[in-house]
């Protein structure tokens, strides 16, 4: 079907999704839209995909995601405390059965020594809580977030495979 | 610097809004977060754009964006009214100086006789109004998404050049 395995990712998806009836929702930083575009790419999305943030900014983090000031400004927007309020402030924001956030520094700029370009956490949200996991990527721009983004589905669909167990 | 021509228009804007000191938001149906990932492609796209709201379904549009109800209800999702609330909500939600919407029918589904497949609106909103227009893509649904951000982008960059004068 697809040369991109981004886009086959999300067809998977997909498929869980519409044979179980859940709600799909995103909160992207690092990705930058990325994800949202490559779930819309598949004919048949908006079945179980609501829509996205791209919270590039710290203002949007915490005025349409709920992300505490005082989370971004203890641990850094690329921490695994703000992904977590990211995924639990998506899913309730966009009314979603499960939400996914991603954050870290796709590069070339914005890296230090404690938080290197590459650093991301994904989280993911749903009724029974969140998982946020930590990545260190070391491609450039372009790469980190697709590498990010696929990340992100490959937990979505993990998670969705335990919990239909 | 970029095979892909969204890349290049997007470096296009980033170069004017950087310059002019202009923040930037988008508001996405039907392009579903292309525009947002083709404006964060670009190394120190955070120092103009700050981010975006994908969409994708009605809830989304009204609860996130501040579209009424009784707009979609009376002119549709996919209409100049729509784009229109989209452009203008997204500017005040994500609190930029300029947003831009596009709302459409990527395809294969979902096109009627009225508003048929590649039917799509583009909205840009700033501090003197709104324009929208309209366009009708005859591609597959990867290329009117592509058509769109590229119409998305242009609109932006003739905004503000118009607006620089």
């Known amino acids: 079907m697809t040369d991109d395995p981004l886009v086959a990712l999300a067809e998977r998806l997909q498929d869980i999704c519409v044979l179980r009836g859940i709600t799909v929702g995103t909160a992207e930083s690092c990705t930058g839209g990325l994800i949202a575009h490559v779930l819309t790419e598949v004919p048949g999305s908006s079945g179980y995909f609501a829509g996205g943030i791209v919270s590039y900014s710290n203002a949007i ?8 000031a005082d989370v971004i400004a203890r641990h850094g927007a690329v921490s695994a405390q703000t992904a977590r309020a990211m ?3 998506a899913r309730i924001r966009l009314g979603v059965d499960v939400a996914v956030s991603v954050t870290g520094i796709a590069g070339p700029g914005g890296g230090s020594d ?5 650093l991301t956490y994904v989280g993911v ?5 969140v998982d946020v996991r930590r990545f260190a990527w070391t491609g450039d721009r372009t790469a ?3 590498s990010s983004a696929a990340a992100a589905l490959t937990l ?5 495979e335990d919990d239909g167990e």
Chains 1, 2 share one sequence.
Not at 114 to 118: A, D, R
Not at 156 to 160: S, W
Request: charged residues 45%; hydrophobic residues 30%; glycine residues 14%.
């Open 114 to 118: 404690e938080k290197p370009v590459g």
């Open 61 to 68: 983090k915490e005025r349409d995601l709920g992300v505490a």
């Open 156 to 160: 979505l669909i993990e998670r969705l």
């Open 125 to 129: 949200a749903d009724r029974d809580g």
């Open 144 to 146: 980190n977030k697709r």
């Open 87 to 89: 995924a639990t402030g």
